[in-house]
């Protein structure tokens, strides 16, 4: 099964959230409806990125990867096809 590593945008302020996920888009609606916690705050998210990996442990080495890189202009720059992950 693949999986697809997703940027999400917040429509609300200037914020990013990394995650992956068999179904972005189903995953885009419970962060915009029933997510706690970091997402909740700053609704409504729109995805922003996605990407497909032949598998799950893939997909989670490039989300922790980016997570690490804690910056938001590194994921800009994953945005705008200046880094390819």
């Known amino acids: ?4 590593l997703y940027i999400l945008k917040s429509q609300s302020a200037e914020k990013y959230y990394t995650g992956i996920s068999a179904n972005p888009e189903l995953r885009l609606s419970y962060h915009n409806t029933f997510e706690k916690g970091f997402t909740s705050r700053y609704r409504p998210w729109e995805i922003a ?5 032949p598998s799950k442990e893939i997909a989670h080495q490039i989300e922790l990867k ?3 890189w804690k910056s938001k202009k ?3 720059k994953i945005l705008t096809g200046e880094i390819i992950v």
């Not at 099964?1 to 697809?4: D, G, I, N, P, Q």
């Not at 990125?49 to 990996?53: P, V, W």
């Open 1 to 4: 099964m693949s999986y697809f």
């Open 66 to 68: 980016i997570k690490n």
């Open 49 to 53: 990125f996605t990407k497909e990996y």
């Open 74 to 76: 590194m994921i800009e």
